[in-house]
């Protein structure tokens, strides 16, 4: 059973279609990447999953059917537009917003505890949460979301105000969240975050799905035919079949000329006796991979 | 009914738990208990509290005396000293050993004419008790019960002559109180759905609402809110009450008027019939107002489109007061948002007849329901509104989305 499943959902706002006949699923034990540009539609869908709007066309399962009260406790959520009750100290806010979650009281003191030191925040628990930095309440935030141990977890820009420790720190987190089989969706623009944790992704550009699967059949979707070369020796000036050579850090990107394979190009190179160190096909990155959809998305519109 | 219960505590302590509230509920009283003590200090520190002479030719004031005080006052005792004629009284007077004198010739009986004689000002409250002694010797030797009821006045119990309107005329502190009492509750009832309204408000602005409505349903959320929200009042209101009561057990004994309070228990009923329903439909408008804004003082400012009609009979209080049958004080019974205050002060003044009251709270009752039926449309459309108050027609298109 698939936790999340989205099923060719549209949804109209007045007289924009927010989104536009989307459909992915998200497996457990994974983190999935829910990515597009600012406005794309993201935090809609997530809406929609989460049954905070209907959804004008198509079905959402979440946990084996459509969403109910009794779910909401097996969900942990981390909105964009983060918020804590500002006046009050740190352990009842996120004691009451656990409560809010149907755990007990003697199990959030418990979890609290723990987490609370796990995020460095045990000295600040009882300070006003107004009191504290933007990254302790990002922290705060996620404990918030993670404190009833939901079988499903939708995170919003979870780095974001979060130093390089910290932001590692999380990272081993939702590991840790996706060994023990939790099923995460991952919102962020931070692309070298999600080809670093995600294992699938869906763009959402202007409503619409633009790209889904593994980063490998996304990537190898877009590759091209230029191949990434390093070499104990310098390469010749004129290769059959390349049509340029580019210098990438340590790489030698050979831009090869239509019709010609990288196989006949490696053969070319062997039988010229070239020592190659390394040699692959050039995937372009996600974040090359993001501007040319959206780029593309953009003049077609 | 958990999450219900979570959150009405959780909004209940955000509110009293606080200095400010604290601070609010317990400031008033005090403010009230420190003006009444100054204004006592002030008369009892400025009074004149120099014996009053007197020269009584004709001995009038010989048999009795004035009974002991058991009232309380912060005005003087009046102390008498006799002097034998006018001259010695003077003297007196011009060495400052007495205030004032009275001089009371032997035809005092026939012409009512006496003199009284002072320097600087004359104390009215001195004039009363000196009054009260004259009076209380020249009934002496008349029969008892006659001699009473001359001291002790007449009382009017005046009606109309449908018997709906009867007020007594000394009574004066029964028509005060329910008056009063209801202007008490209107005003908890408005800061109490002004806190309300703060917190919805609040949630948006902190952002506090997405994670809130991904835990509990919005039924429970406004319940749980508005019942915080009731809780808070009915706190400052008990302990508003209980401080009143406090000073009443402490002076009726003392001071007359106090003592002569009754409330009735058809009031006190009628009190919680017309406050309940008010107070959900209060707190259900202003949890509406708060959904729809997006910010405090944009909804302290369209909350303003319904306190006001629900606090403007008191403008009327007057044609309220002398006619409260009028079409006047019918109109406002009839209309829901004015009905409140207009019934609590027309049943200090006249016996409502019951079909009317069954109509007036019904209305109320249906505008509570009404209200969190709205609450609940608003809420849901206009809880992730961040950007721009909503419409009427928005409310009820989006809700549905």
């Given at each position: 059973?698939?936790?999340?499943?989205?099923?060719?959902?549209?949804?109209?706002?007045?007289?924009?279609?927010?989104?536009?006949?989307?459909?992915?699923?998200?497996?457990?034990?994974?983190?999935?990447?829910?990515?597009?540009?600012?406005?794309?539609?993201?935090?809609?869908?997530?809406?929609?999953?989460?049954?905070?709007?209907?959804?004008?066309?198509?079905?959402?399962?979440?946990?084996?059917?459509?969403?109910?009260?009794?779910?909401?406790?097996?969900?942990?959520?981390?909105?964009?537009?983060?918020?804590?009750?500002?006046?009050?100290?740190?352990?009842?806010?996120?004691?009451?917003?656990?409560?809010?979650?149907?755990?007990?009281?003697?199990?959030?003191?418990?979890?609290?505890?723990?987490?609370?030191?796990?995020?460095?925040?045990?000295?600040?628990?009882?300070?006003?949460?107004?009191?504290?930095?933007?990254?302790?309440?990002?922290?705060?935030?996620?404990?918030?979301?993670?404190?009833?141990?939901?079988?499903?977890?939708?995170?919003?820009?979870?780095?974001?105000?979060?130093?390089?420790?910290?932001?590692?720190?999380?990272?081993?987190?939702?590991?840790?969240?996706?060994?023990?089989?939790?099923?995460?969706?991952?919102?962020?623009?931070?692309?070298?975050?999600?080809?670093?944790?995600?294992?699938?992704?869906?763009?959402?550009?202007?409503?619409?799905?633009?790209?889904?699967?593994?980063?490998?059949?996304?990537?190898?979707?877009?590759?091209?035919?230029?191949?990434?070369?390093?070499?104990?020796?310098?390469?010749?000036?004129?290769?059959?079949?390349?049509?340029?050579?580019?210098?990438?850090?340590?790489?030698?990107?050979?831009?090869?000329?239509?019709?010609?394979?990288?196989?006949?190009?490696?053969?070319?190179?062997?039988?010229?006796?070239?020592?190659?160190?390394?040699?692959?096909?050039?995937?372009?990155?996600?974040?090359?991979?993001?501007?040319?959809?959206?780029?593309?998305?953009?003049?077609?519109? | 009914?958990?999450?219900?219960?979570?959150?009405?505590?959780?909004?209940?302590?955000?509110?009293?738990?606080?200095?400010?509230?604290?601070?609010?509920?317990?400031?008033?009283?005090?403010?009230?208990?420190?003006?009444?003590?100054?204004?006592?200090?002030?008369?009892?520190?400025?009074?004149?509290?120099?014996?009053?002479?007197?020269?009584?030719?004709?001995?009038?004031?010989?048999?009795?005396?004035?009974?002991?005080?058991?009232?309380?006052?912060?005005?003087?005792?009046?102390?008498?000293?006799?002097?034998?004629?006018?001259?010695?009284?003077?003297?007196?007077?011009?060495?400052?050993?007495?205030?004032?004198?009275?001089?009371?010739?032997?035809?005092?009986?026939?012409?009512?004419?006496?003199?009284?004689?002072?320097?600087?000002?004359?104390?009215?409250?001195?004039?009363?008790?000196?009054?009260?002694?004259?009076?209380?010797?020249?009934?002496?030797?008349?029969?008892?019960?006659?001699?009473?009821?001359?001291?002790?006045?007449?009382?009017?119990?005046?009606?109309?002559?449908?018997?709906?309107?009867?007020?007594s005329?000394?009574a004066?502190g029964n028509l005060?109180v329910p008056?009063?009492?209801?202007?008490?509750?209107?005003?908890?009832?408005?800061?109490?759905?002004?806190?309300?309204?703060?917190?919805?408000?609040?949630?948006?602005?902190?952002?506090?609402?997405?994670?809130?409505?991904?835990?509990?349903?919005?039924?429970?959320?406004?319940?749980?809110?508005?019942?915080?929200?009731?809780?808070?009042?009915?706190?400052?209101?008990?302990?508003?009450?209980?401080?009143?009561?406090?000073?009443y057990?402490?002076?009726r004994?003392?001071?007359?008027w106090v003592g002569q309070i009754e409330i009735s228990t058809e009031y006190l009923?009628?009190?919680?019939?017309?406050?309940?329903?008010?107070?959900?439909?209060?707190?259900?408008?202003?949890?509406?107002?708060?959904?729809?804004?997006?910010?405090?003082?944009?909804?302290?400012?369209?909350?303003?489109?319904?306190?006001?009609?629900?606090?403007?009979?008191?403008?009327?209080?007057?044609?309220?007061?002398?006619?409260?049958?009028?079409?006047?004080?019918?109109?406002?019974?009839?209309?829901?948002?004015?009905?409140?205050?207009?019934?609590?002060?027309?049943?200090?003044?006249?016996?409502?007849?019951?079909?009317?009251?069954?109509?007036?709270?019904?209305?109320?009752?249906?505008?509570?329901?009404?209200?969190?039926?709205?609450?609940?449309?608003?809420?849901?459309?206009?809880?992730?509104?961040?950007?721009?108050?909503?419409?009427?027609?928005?409310?009820?298109?989006?809700?549905?989305?």
């Amino acid at each position: 059973m698939q936790p999340i499943i989205v099923d060719h959902i549209q949804k109209n706002f007045v007289k924009t279609r927010a989104v536009d006949d989307v459909s992915f699923a998200v497996d457990n034990a994974e983190i999935f990447g829910l990515l597009g540009p600012n406005g794309a539609g993201k935090t809609t869908i997530i809406r929609i999953i989460l049954d905070i709007f209907k959804p004008d066309k198509g079905t959402v399962s979440i946990l084996d059917g459509p969403m109910n009260e009794a779910k909401k406790d097996r969900i942990g959520y981390l909105p964009e537009e983060r918020g804590l009750y500002q006046d009050i100290p740190l352990d009842r806010c996120l004691s009451y917003l656990a409560g809010l979650k149907g755990l007990s009281s003697s199990e959030t003191k418990l979890r609290l505890s723990k987490y609370l030191e796990r995020f460095e925040l045990t000295p600040h628990r009882s300070k006003k949460v107004k009191e504290l930095s933007k990254g302790m309440q990002q922290k705060a935030q996620l404990i918030a979301t993670l404190i009833h141990e939901p079988e499903v977890i939708i995170i919003d820009e979870p780095f974001s105000s979060l130093d390089p420790v910290n932001t590692q720190m999380v990272k081993d987190l939702l590991d840790e969240e996706r060994h023990k089989g939790r099923a995460i969706v991952m919102c962020t623009h931070q692309m070298h975050q999600v080809e670093e944790l995600c294992d699938r992704i869906v763009l959402i550009d202007r409503g619409r799905a633009m790209l889904y699967g593994t980063l490998e059949e996304v990537r190898s979707r877009y590759a091209t035919q230029d191949i990434l070369v390093n070499a104990s020796a310098p390469l010749p000036h004129h290769i059959p079949g390349v049509d340029r050579i580019e210098d990438i850090n340590t790489h030698k990107k050979l831009i090869l000329k239509t019709g010609i394979t990288a196989q006949s190009v490696l053969k070319e190179l062997v039988q010229q006796n070239i020592p190659i160190e390394h040699f692959e096909i050039a995937l372009p990155s996600l974040d090359e991979i993001f501007i040319r959809v959206v780029t593309e998305g953009t003049a077609k519109a | 009914m958990k999450k219900t219960l979570l959150v009405f505590w959780q909004e209940y302590k955000r509110h009293v738990i606080r200095k400010r509230f604290i601070l609010m509920v317990l400031s008033i009283p005090a403010l009230i208990a420190v003006v009444m003590v100054v204004a006592i200090l002030g008369v009892f520190l400025t009074q004149d509290k120099r014996p009053v002479g007197y020269v009584d030719q004709a001995g009038y004031l010989a048999i009795k005396q004035l009974p002991a005080r058991v009232e309380f006052s912060p005005e003087p005792e009046l102390q008498l000293i006799p002097y034998e004629n006018e001259k010695a009284a003077t003297t007196a007077l011009n060495e400052g050993a007495i205030q004032a004198y009275y001089i009371l010739s032997p035809e005092f009986t026939e012409t009512g004419e006496g003199k009284l004689v002072y320097i600087k000002t004359w104390n009215g409250n001195l004039a009363f008790q000196f009054n009260r002694l004259l009076r209380l010797n020249l009934t002496d030797s008349m029969p008892p019960e006659i001699a009473n009821r001359l001291m002790e006045g007449e009382e009017f119990v005046i009606t109309s002559l449908d018997q709906t309107r009867q007020m007594s005329e000394d009574a004066w502190g029964n028509l005060i109180v329910p008056f009063a009492a209801g202007l008490l509750i209107m005003v908890i009832i408005m800061t109490a759905g002004g806190y309300l309204l703060q917190a919805v408000v609040e949630e948006k602005e902190n952002r506090t609402i997405e994670i809130i409505i991904t835990s509990v349903s919005p039924n429970q959320l406004m319940t749980g809110k508005i019942l915080g929200d009731i809780a808070v009042g009915l706190t400052q209101l008990l302990v508003w009450f209980g401080f009143l009561a406090g000073g009443y057990f402490l002076v009726r004994g003392s001071v007359e008027w106090v003592g002569q309070i009754e409330i009735s228990t058809e009031y006190l009923v009628l009190l919680v019939l017309v406050v309940i329903p008010t107070f959900i439909t209060v707190a259900a408008l202003m949890a509406a107002i708060g959904s729809i804004t997006t910010e405090l003082r944009e909804a302290q400012q369209i909350s303003g489109y319904f306190t006001l009609p629900i606090m403007a009979p008191y403008w009327f209080s007057y044609l309220i007061m002398t006619s409260p049958n009028g079409p006047l004080a019918l109109i406002l019974s009839y209309f829901p948002l004015t009905a409140p205050v207009t019934l609590t002060m027309r049943a200090g003044f006249t016996q409502i007849p019951v079909w009317q009251l069954t109509i007036n709270i019904a209305e109320l009752v249906l505008l509570a329901a009404l209200s969190l039926w709205l609450a609940g449309k608003a809420f849901r459309a206009g809880m992730l509104n961040y950007g721009k108050r909503l419409s009427l027609k928005e409310i009820f298109t989006r809700a549905s989305a």
